[in-house]
């Protein structure tokens, strides 16, 4: 069975500092990988996927992820955050084959990430 | 470019009422997915539609139907609600290579 673990139910970070938020999954088979982010009152919002190929992912809103398969980890990191990152940030990790439309999301409890100016 | 939207925004109901909720997905995508967001938790799976049928089912009761029609919008029942199905009902639509995209979900509130 797919799942993934987000260890930090929250992580504080200065403005301007770099900030990282775990995950780590278990899957069978090659993991397809995403992070989202969700403000209040909302929706969740695609940040970014592995696929395959490059160690590192780059995303929107200059986040990236750190794809490590001896680690069974897919960290979110940023090199400075803002305030404006404040939010709830999930991992997840997709069943079935990615050739397929098909496929559910398997979701962390969720990181409450709070940037203090 | 509409994104996926839901409707309604806000639904508040009593123990035992019936329930649906709608959703229209993004402009060329097929698959549907929904999801259960209960306060403080990930979202949860509860089905998958796609050619208007269900491809896919997480742990979740027969009180919980949906359909998919042909325009790939889908409806989320849910029959004889409980307290517990208090919680933020997300759909997101999907086609092939494309990751997940969310609606901003319906809040449903079980009196």
Redesign the interface.
Known sequence: AQSVAQPEDQVNVAEGNPLTVKCTYSVSGNPYL?W?VQYP??????LL?YITGDNLVKGSYGFEAEFNKSQTSFHLKKPSALVSDSALY?CAVRDLDR????????????TQLTVWP | DAG?T?SPTHLIKTRGQQVTLRCSPKSGH??V?W?QQAL??????IF?Y?EEEE??R?NFPDRFSGHQYPNYSSELNVNALLLGDSALY?C?S????Q???????TRLSIL
Do not use: I
Request: zero cysteines; charged letters at 15%.
């Open positions: 995403f989202y009152n909302r929706g969740l919002q695609f996927k999930f050739g397929s439309t098909l496929g559910r999301l398997y979701f962390g409890r969720g | 996926v839901q097929d698959t997915s999801y403080g938790q990930g979202p949860q799976f998958q796609y491809r896919q997480g997300l997101a999907s086609s092939l290579g990751p997940q995209h969310f609606g901003d979900g």
